[in-house]
C-alpha cells in the first residue's frame, strides 16, 4: 500500500529534524520525559507532535498521537513512516495505543524509526511491533 519504498537520507533527516524540534516543546514536567514524533505521510510531507501531560495523569497525550491528528487535520490519510525521537539508552518505542493509532493509518510494512537525540536507533515495521492486529478492514473499511 504505502509503505514499501525505503526513505531517502533526506526524508530521514527532515524526520529526525522534525521529531527533534518537537521534543524541545514537550509537555512533560511530571515525567520529565520529552518524546517527540515525526510522521511522513503519502505526499511526503512531515507532521510533527511532542507528549503533552496533564495533572490529571491519565488524561496525557504521546507525541505520536499529536504527530498523527497534525497529520490529519492537514489533510494526510496515509502514514509511510514514523520516527519516535525520546531521551535514555532504552529504545523509546511507541506504546501499546500509539502502535494502534499509528495502525489505523499505516500498511503492515510502514517504518517505525527509533532515534536518540541526533541519529536513528533502530528501524522496526508496524508489524513487527504490531503482529495480528486489528484494523479498519475488520469493519470493512
Ligand atoms: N511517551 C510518548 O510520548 N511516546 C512514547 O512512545 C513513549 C512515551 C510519553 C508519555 C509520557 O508523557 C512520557 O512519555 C512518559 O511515559
Redesign the pocket.
Known amino acids: 500500500m504505502t509503505g514499501k519504498a525505503a526513505l531517502t537520507t533526506l526524508e530521514q533527516d527532515a524526520m529526525l529534524a522534525a521529531a527533534r524540534a518537537a521534543m524541545d516543546k514537550?509537555y512533560?514536567p511530571?515525567?520529565k520525559?520529552?518524546?517527540g514524533?515525526a510522521v511522513l505521510d503519502e505526499n511526503g510531507r512531515i507532521h510533527a507532535g511532542?507528549?503533552?501531560?496533564n495533572a490529571a495523569y491519565p488524561q496525557?497525550?504521546?507525541?505520536?498521537?499529536g504527530a498523527l491528528s497534525a497529520m490529519v487535520l492537514a489533510g494526510g490519510s496515509r502514514v509511510r513512516a514514523v520516527l519516535?525521537m525520546?531521551p535514555g539508552e532504552a529504545l523509546?518505542?511507541?506504546?501499546g495505543g500509539?502502535r494502534q493509532k499509528i495502525r489505523e493509518f499505516a500498511a503492515p510494512d510502514a517504518q517505525v524509526l527509533i532515534a536518540g537525540d541526533a541519529h536513528i536507533r533502530a528501524s522496526f515495521t508496524l508489524e513487527q511491533l504490531l503482529p495480528h492486529s486489528f484494523g479498519p478492514e475488520h469493519l470493512g473499511k
Do not use: Q, R
Not at 511532542?50 to 501531560?53: D, G, K, L, S, Y
Open positions: 514537550a512533560a511530571y515525567s520525559f520529552h518524546v514524533a511532542c507528549n503533552v501531560e496525557g497525550v504521546c507525541a505520536e498521537a519516535v525520546g523509546v518505542t511507541p506504546c500509539c
